[in-house]
């Protein structure tokens, strides 16, 4: 029997090493240390917010269009283009106007910005001798124009207006009284791609569209209703006490459930809920005290305004620049006007990450990453999100992130939880990378850290992978005796 017992010993020898040499060769050590993650007060030039340039168009059966007067593309960033169809103020747009248009959204789609269109009839202030004499015209303009906008739906980020109005600001014209504006509206909201928001002069204009005398709740946000799709554009923003008429005079009396003009604290509060969704902006005129800079930031950033026109009013804007923010963050002595445009829209920065793993045997880890929104708004748009892994020979490894970043509140912090497949990953060291961008455009979306960029993102840490087990407790003994000698 003692030859026999001998063999099974072996055998039992054999498969005991076996096992051990399995679980060995199975058995990872992944080591994480976090980077520093320190804000930058850097301006960001992101999608779909900032500053927005003008230029003016209007449409006719001559020249064709010169896409040399495009500039020459400078990344992500708004265009407004004012459109004017009065020339075809008693007729349909011909084909020539419209493959006129087609041009020149195709010019401006390959400069790679992010389109605001506004279709109207008047420059002057005087719509009602520009617009057509008939409601049926101006909504076939809406569907002639939308089989060309609708193209471009991945650079066309919102329509101001309803087509109406002295300088398409929906007032001063025979149209927006009674259904009028209702049936513009809704036509418009009919007829363009639902990805493509739309925009109102007003908060009173909003709740008669959306027939709601409450701002959009965060059930109903983004389902492709007209509501979820209609934002605001103020170009008395900041104006005066009711900002040029947006908002009821100080001695107006209303009732809270009607659609009416409401007060201007009231109206921002209105903002303040709705604009979380949808967007926000306009231009800020006419030097008064509702623009000095503190006044200032705490009204855009109570209405998440996200854009603004670069270039009106000058006055204010040199009042912005002789003002200081005085704060605790990262841009305290940083002049108005600089903090006012590092904080339009959106601005996400990281602000640390974890890294656990439950044991060796595992075959994930989990890396926890904390980031906060410090713009006046979220983004209205998502972004697609991913971790990247970069091994020292450059190749990367890319972890998608199920998140929505619309939901990335303003001033709010928000947790990213990943789980990294470490069991299938090389022995060696990788970089850890945080990455946005704009599925639509493809632009990247850079983070307000210090050394993120347009091609990596932000540096998250180093995570370091081995299967050597006596290194490992050698490592993990050194770094004990470390912490006890302190």
Request: with cysteine; hydrophobic share 40%.
């Amino acid at each position: 029997m003692k030859p026999l017992k001998k063999i099974l010993l072996l055998l039992l020898t054999a498969c005991l090493t076996l096992g051990i040499l399995f679980l060995y060769q199975n058995t990872c050590f992944p080591e994480y240390t976090a980077a520093s993650c320190r804000e930058s007060v850097q301006a960001l030039n992101n999608p779909y917010a900032g500053w927005y340039q003008i230029y003016g168009y209007s449409l006719t059966d001559g020249e064709a269009f010169d896409s040399s007067r495009i500039p020459e593309n400078s990344g992500p960033g708004l265009v407004l283009l004012q459109i004017n169809l009065r020339n075809y103020a008693d007729t349909p747009v011909s084909d020539a106007g419209l493959r006129q248009l087609d041009a020149i959204l195709k010019a401006w789609q390959s400069a790679g910005r992010q389109l605001i269109l506004r279709f109207l009839y008047d420059w002057d202030g005087n719509a009602q001798e520009s617009e057509p004499e008939t409601l049926t015209l101006v909504l076939t303009h809406m569907s002639q124009t939308a089989e060309i906008i609708n193209a471009y739906a991945d650079c066309v980020y919102l329509l101001q207006g309803i087509f109406v109005g002295n300088w398409g600001e929906m007032h001063g014209s025979r149209y927006m009284a009674g259904e009028d504006m209702l049936t513009l509206a809704e036509h418009l909201a009919s007829v363009t791609d639902p990805r493509i928001f739309l925009s109102v002069r007003t908060p009173e204009q909003w709740r008669t569209i959306a027939g709601s005398s409450q701002p959009l709740s965060p059930e109903a946000a983004f389902d492709g209703s007209v509501a979820a799709r209609l934002g605001l554009f103020n170009d008395g923003m900041l104006g005066s006490e009711t900002d040029l008429g947006t908002y009821a005079a100080a001695d107006a009396s209303f009732a809270p459930s009607d659609f009416g003009k409401r007060l201007r604290q009231s109206e921002l509060l209105f903002q303040a809920e709705l604009c979380r969704y949808v967007p926000n902006g306009g231009e800020v005129v006419i030097d008064n005290p509702y623009n000095d800079f503190l006044n200032a930031v705490q009204d855009l950033a109570c209405s998440h305004v996200s854009y603004l026109n670069s270039t009106y009013d000058e006055t204010v804007f040199s009042k912005w620049k002789m003002s200081v923010w005085q704060g605790s963050d990262a841009f305290n002595g940083m002049n108005g006007y600089d903090y006012i445009s590092r904080h339009l829209g959106y601005r996400y920065c990281v602000r640390s990450s974890d890294f656990n793993v439950s044991s060796p045997w595992n075959d994930t880890a989990s890396l926890s990453v904390l980031l906060e929104n410090t713009g006046f708004s979220n983004s209205c748009r998502s972004f697609d999100v991913c971790l990247v892994l970069v091994s020292a020979s450059g190749r990367e490894s890319l972890i998608p992130i199920p998140t929505d970043t619309r939901l990335w509140d303003t001033d709010a912090e928000t947790r990213l939880e990943v789980s990294i497949p470490v069991g299938k990953l090389a022995s060696g060291t990788y970089q850890v990378f945080l990455r946005l961008w704009d599925p639509a455009s493809g632009a990247p979306v850079l983070l307000a850290n210090e050394g993120a960029d347009e091609e990596n993102g932000c540096l998250l840490g180093s995570l370091s992978v081995g299967r050597d087990l006596l290194r490992h407790v050698g490592q993990r003994l050194t770094a004990s005796s470390d912490q006890s000698a302190r």
